[in-house]
């Protein structure tokens, strides 16, 4: 499963494509313009960006070169009208991955989207199985978590270099927040990386942002393998 974000002004596209990768399993944002792609994004990173070069504020493909630059590892899979060979060389200089012309195939799209989710998996060390609620260490070996552990890891997989907040997490947990102590959370994570210690050998980079809440950088991604 990926968390992926569309970007195309054509609703009939947009509906299509999205309701297509949700029954493949994967989670799908759309926006309509770049304005709202970058208010999206800026909320909850994508693990893979799928949209139009022509859109109605500005090109595509510049959003692409502006998500490299600032060092964004999601897939990117560039939509155009035009098949020019000079127009794809563009596109992967700037740092596409994949480039499709429409109208697009929506087997094509799932073989793409595929390979992306393969790539991302293999370029994180660690790797969260949330229907098992296990962690695989990059050694391979496996950590069961609680239902607790396994929902807070997969809360800041899901949003990987980016600080959650406290309260996004007591609720990502199934908790109340007026009604649960936070300082169940402390231990909930301080058990959960002792955890991780004692059974990998490997670090596991879990960052607390004292009084916002927590960060993982990277290196994780969420797999049903």
Not at 129 to 138: A, Y
Request: glycine share 6%; charged share 25%; aromatic share 6%.
């Amino acid at each position: 499963m990926a968390n992926v974000l569309l970007l195309d002004d054509e609703s009939d596209i947009c509906d299509e494509i999205s309701y297509f990768l949700t029954q493949e399993g994967h989670q799908v944002r759309v926006s309509g313009t770049l304005a709202e792609f970058r208010l999206a994004y800026r909320q909850q990173a994508a693990d893979i960006v799928v949209l139009d070069r022509m859109l109605p504020d500005g090109d595509g493909l510049e959003l692409v070169a502006q998500l490299r630059e600032q060092g964004e590892r999601c897939g990117v899979v560039l939509f155009t009208a035009k098949d020019a060979s000079q127009d794809r060389i563009e596109g992967y200089r700037q740092g596409a991955d994949h480039y499709l012309t429409k109208p697009v195939r929506l087997e094509e799209l799932r073989a793409v989207v595929q390979a992306l989710v393969w790539r991302l998996q293999v370029d994180a060390a660690w790797l969260y199985n949330p229907h098992t609620q296990v962690l695989k260490t990059p050694n391979k070996d496996r950590i069961q978590l609680t239902t607790s552990e396994g929902m807070f890891v997969q809360c800041l997989a899901e949003r990987v270099g980016h600080t959650v907040a406290r309260q996004e997490v007591i609720k990502a947990i199934g908790k109340n927040e007026a009604a649960y102590d936070s300082r169940n959370l402390d231990v909930l994570v301080m058990r959960l990386k002792k955890k991780i210690a004692a059974n990998s050998p490997d670090p596991f980079v879990l960052k607390t942002v004292h009084g916002v809440g927590y960060c993982i950088p990277g290196n994780v991604a969420l797999s049903d393998v």
